[in-house]
């Protein structure tokens, strides 16, 4: 970026109400004054109200997407509408969808209502796999600006973070180094092995980023999007134990290669995503402990025993990694 940014201590210090609606009036929109936070710890997002319908106006985090980022994350979107594949686009002006208001970069984005996380029914199920198998044939090819899932983005950097994290114990730390070298190799060898076709992605998947009307589905939240494997978009969707986890994945990949055929061999990178998730969510807590925001909502992170209890996880992870995957029990 060319203009000066906060610091990483306080990223919104400057971001007050009246920064947000005169952003808002400055790419043509008519703010009425009524705004509401929404839950968002990367970034800020707000819904305001205008004069003839709500938006929701996004403030990126400084420091952590290129322009360039940013506009394969707008692009991307606007891909997936022009194909009517149900996700929201970002507001355009003379071609722009990314604007400035201060040190800080957002774009505006329709509002979209509807509950999160409730992607439970067989029927949207099917509906949702029907829209990643078309999502997935959209995102053929690679972003050029935007992170590779692999161990050398998300696994080594995710370990050193947490290494030298100052509430790792110290006598756990031993321990931890030996459980995330073995875990490393075996997430490594399970990459090499598959070496899965490489597709631009949605890249946080989960329940809470599908938004249900009642009548249909919207994907939301596409500020993780990325280059990766199509089981990246699908796993994180998959609750409960190992049979409900079999009975989402089936029902899924009945929409899903409605358009789009799945190799069930990526299966076997179920466990070693999610271990590599585990790992880089901690490690994101870690880095952002500098904002005041991170301690509010994460303070056992900073407990003694939850280091300890991540040693639990790891090793329960180390389990599944040397267990059979789950199987696609297909119709």
Not at 299 to 326: C, K, S, T, V, Y
């Amino acid at each position: 970026m060319d203009r000066d940014t906060p610091s990483a201590a306080t990223p919104y210090a400057d971001l007050t109400p009246e920064l947000i609606l005169s952003a808002v009036e400055a790419v043509g929109l008519a703010p009425t004054g009524g705004f509401q936070a929404l839950a968002s710890y990367e970034n800020r997002v707000y819904k305001v109200e205008t004069e003839d319908t709500p938006w929701a106006v996004k403030f990126y985090r400084p420091n952590r997407w290129s322009d360039a980022a940013i506009a394969d994350e707008h692009g991307f979107l606007q891909e997936l509408v022009e194909a009517e594949i149900p996700a929201v686009a970002p507001l355009a002006r003379d071609g722009q969808t990314l604007f400035h208001a201060g040190p800080y970069r957002l774009a505006v984005f329709p509002w979209r209502p509807g509950r999160a996380g409730c992607v439970e029914t067989l029927t949207e199920r099917h509906a949702l796999g029907r829209h990643l198998g078309r999502l997935h044939l959209v995102g053929t090819g690679r972003f050029a600006a935007r992170p590779t899932l692999d161990v050398a983005s998300f696994v080594d950097p995710a370990i050193a973070t947490l290494a030298d994290c100052p509430f790792l114990p110290a006598d756990v730390r031993p321990s931890f180094l030996a459980i995330t070298a073995r875990l490393r190799a075996m997430i490594a060898a399970a990459f090499a092995d598959l070496d899965a076709p490489i597709l631009r992605l949605h890249g946080d998947c989960h329940a809470g980023n599908v938004l249900t009307d009642g009548a249909a589905l919207t994907l939301v939240d596409f500020d993780d999007c990325l280059n990766g494997p199509a089981i990246q978009d699908l796993w994180m969707l998959l609750p409960g134990d190992p049979n409900e986890q079999e009975e989402a994945l089936a029902a899924l990949l009945y929409g899903y290669e409605l358009f789009r055929e799945f190799d069930p061999a990526q299966l076997r990178l179920i466990e070693p995503l999610r271990t590599a998730r585990l790992l880089h969510y901690n490690a994101w807590i870690a880095r952002r402990w500098q904002d005041p925001a991170f301690p509010r909502t994460f303070p056992w992170f900073a407990e003694d025993r939850h280091f300890r209890e991540l040693m639990g996880l790891l090793a329960a992870q180390e389990q599944r990694l040397n267990a059979p995957p789950i199987r696609w029990r297909a119709p």
